[in-house]
């Protein structure tokens, strides 16, 4: 009896066990999939279609990946993976085996244990929706886990940590709702910056975006410009996309300018 419990504990265990150890490169069956292909580094990063990293773990034959604040759900069978959440769903992606995809799996110990801490904040944000779990407020439990899983090694944690402090410095959440506010420069809070070189410091290049976006936040945008052209260079997808909203944002204000000051400019020859 003690045996077979021995071996039915072992076998939960193991049937249960969180991995990112999956690796190679996954291309859509489809022309018509959102997503043309899916390549992992066996390490818990996923480069989406080449326009952003994202991170993923594997439960059994469930695959999760996280391309940002939404979530793509996989059932993995063989060398394919089936689609099974919004934006993925009805489309398979098979893997190309000849096709080469560094490795960068090198302490597969020390990967299985982000993964699971990535399985961690998987199931805090099954709790509830993105909204309502800012809604907790500061000091909440949601806060406090997101704290944990960052001082943890989760990456993906500490710039979701980042985002509910620079929310907090803004405001609160009824910031969100107040489209009459104006962005006014301000000196950057120290401890949301440490907060996303933590992230920096982890290898997570998605960082330089999120760094980008708080500087634009507080209207620095010659230091957003520049966290976002270093995280280009490096490599961040997102960064890339970033910099273009900016450019165009840049671009509104300047004509915005333009337009204020046309009418000034007539008033003032009327007058004359």
Not at 29 to 56: H, K, L, P, Q
Not at 84 to 91: E, L
Not at 167 to 182: C, H, I, P, R, Y
Not at 235 to 245: D, E, R, T, V, W
Request: aromatic share 12%; glycine share 10%.
């Amino acid at each position: 009896m003690v045996l077979s419990l021995i071996m039915v504990s072992s076998f939960t265990l193991s049937a249960q066990k969180i991995t990112n150890a999956l690796h190679g490169y996954f291309k859509a069956s489809s022309d018509t999939a959102m997503y043309e292909y899916f390549t992992f580094d066996g390490n818990g990063r996923v480069d989406i279609t080449g326009i952003g990293n994202g991170y993923y773990f594997q439960k059994d034959d469930s695959l999760i990946v996280y391309p940002d604040k939404s979530i793509f759900k996989f059932i993995i069978k063989g060398n394919k993976l089936y689609g099974a959440s919004d934006w993925v769903d009805g489309y398979v992606w098979e893997k190309v085996k000849d096709t080469t995809v560094e490795s960068l799996r090198t302490d597969p110990g020390e990967s299985d244990r982000i993964a699971g801490l990535l399985y961690q904040y998987y199931n805090i944000k099954k709790g509830g929706s993105e909204l309502s779990l800012l809604f907790e407020g500061p000091d909440s439990t949601y806060e406090h886990t997101l704290k944990n899983l960052c001082d943890s090694g989760l990456s993906k944690a500490c710039l979701d940590y980042a985002g509910l402090k620079t929310l907090e410095d803004m405001g609160g959440v009824t910031a969100l709702f107040n489209s009459k506010k104006q962005i006014k420069k301000r000196a950057p809070n120290q401890e949301i910056v440490d907060i996303i070189y933590r992230a920096i410091d982890l290898g997570d290049t998605n960082g330089y975006e999120v760094l980008g976006g708080y500087y634009a936040s507080i209207g620095n945008l010659q230091m957003a410009r520049e966290s976002f052209e270093l995280g280009e260079e490096l490599g961040c997808g997102k960064c890339s996309m970033a910099l273009f909203s900016l450019g165009l944002e840049e671009e509104a204000r300047k004509l915005e300018a333009k337009n204020k000051t046309a009418p000034a400019k007539k008033s003032a020859a009327k007058t004359k």
